[in-house]
């Protein structure tokens, strides 16, 4: 009986210390650097991540807005036709975005998240990009995505935008607050 209680306390010390190296960890990112989390949402999935994403870092919520918003039928990937269909279709498009981020030189640390099309980051994604200057900055990509992985349209970012200092991305569907903890204490920002 006694080794089982020793066993127990055992791992509960053990479990007490890995949640304050955690919670260190977080402490240490929010003090040490400035966090930007820059999103698109069509349907409001994204933006539920990036607001979870804004509380675990302490960075500043950004939405990326399209300047013409997108209706159901713009975003219906069956119709071929549909605004959604046509943009994705044309690597050279760019959809305009409302307003910039006002100083994105007092950032260190920029999350970029986008719902995954066609398993590429929507091209307002790639807008967002082109309109800031990042260089310099660290850019983790998150996504969210019924079927796809973020790998796909993690790596066509990073070959679109090799002067960048990306890091890992991550599809964080319906991911949990600890979850979103553990992926960033592993990111070592």
């Not at 306390?9 to 890995?18: C, D, E, I, N, Q």
């Not at 036709?81 to 994705?88: D, F, L, N």
Request: overall charge neutral; glycine content about 6%; aromatic content about 8%.
């Amino acid at each position: 009986m006694l080794k089982i209680l020793l066993t127990g306390l055992s791992v509960f010390g053990m479990a007490t210390a890995t949640c304050a190296q955690q919670k260190q960890t977080m402490n240490d990112m929010q003090s040490n650097s400035k966090i930007l989390v820059a999103y698109f949402s069509a349907t409001g999935t994204t933006a539920r991540v990036a607001e979870t994403l804004a509380t675990v870092t302490g960075g500043e919520l950004y939405a990326i807005v399209p300047a013409e918003p997108y209706t159901s039928a713009d975003l219906d990937w069956h119709d071929a036709q549909s605004r959604s269909s046509v943009e994705m279709n044309d690597p050279e498009s760019r959809p305009g975005i409302k307003g910039t981020v006002k100083n994105p030189a007092a950032y260190d640390v920029i999350f970029i998240g986008y719902p995954i099309w066609w398993d590429l980051a929507p091209r307002i994604i790639n807008t967002f990009i082109e309109s800031h200057d990042l260089k310099g900055k660290t850019v983790i990509p998150f996504a969210t995505s019924g079927s796809s992985s973020i790998t796909h349209s993690a790596t066509t970012l990073k070959r679109d935008y090799p002067a960048l200092q990306w890091k890992e991305g991550r599809l964080l569907n319906r991911a949990s607050e600890q979850t979103i903890r553990e992926w960033i204490g592993k990111l070592g920002i």
